[in-house]
Each structure stands twice: as C-alpha cells, then as structure tokens.
Nanobody, 123 residues
C-alpha cells in the first residue's frame, strides 16, 4: 500500500481527532490530499499540501477547523480536526496527485487512494 490513512474513530461533537497518512518514500515529491466521502455522495477534498509545504485553500466546510501538516522525516501527512461536527462524519482518504507539484481539487487527479479511515461524530 503506497498510502495508508489512520486515526479515525468515534468522537463527540466539538471534539478533536488527528488523522495520519503514511506514504512510501517514493511518493515524497507529490502533493498529498485528504478527501472524505459520505455514502452516496462524491468524494470531497478537504485539504492538500505539497512536498514543499504549501497548503491549498481548505474546503469551505472545514476552513478554520481543520489543519493539514506534513512531516517529511516521517513521510507522513497529518490532518488535525478540531471542533468536529456531525456533518464531518465520513470515511477519510488520503491520496497523492497523479502528476505535478501543485494541489488539485478533482478526485480524478489523484491516485494511490489506499484504505480510508472512518470518522464518526456524534451529536
């Protein structure tokens, strides 16, 4: 598995979680994005960071609450999620950009999705 997301779980509304995305060293030059998906809906990009640490604009639904970061020494991208709301409940995936060094919005521009991690926020 080239990327592996972890850190999901059950949390109460207003709580916090930190997701981790570990990736193989061969992918260190690519932007890494976090997406989330609710059953029956399209995947939504919530955050993205380039290998240089540039952060793309956050999705409007998570702006101000979620923070993406990258530890190149550990080949890991994190998603710190604060003030969680029930509508944040979803399966969260990390993925890499297929090519290029800038972030992209479209799921189709990404690959190596790996297994997601479920985040459930109770009200």
């Amino acid at each position: 598995v080239q990327l592996q997301a972890s850190g999901g779980g059950l949390v109460q509304s207003g709580g916090s979680l930190r997701l981790s995305c570990e990736f193989q060293d061969s992918l260190r030059s690519y932007p890494i994005a976090w997406f989330r998906q609710v059953s029956g809906k399209e995947r939504e990009r919530v955050a993205c960071i380039t290998n240089a640490g540039q952060i793309a604009p956050y999705g409007p639904s998570v702006k101000g609450r979620f923070t993406i970061s990258r530890d190149s020494t550990k080949n890991t991208v994190y998603l710190q999620m604060n003030d969680l709301k029930p509508e944040d409940t979803a399966v969260y995936y990390c993925a890499r950009r297929r090519s290029g060094y800038l972030c992209a919005y479209e799921p189709s521009a990404h690959t190596s999705w790996g297994r997601g991690t479920l985040v459930t926020v109770s009200s």
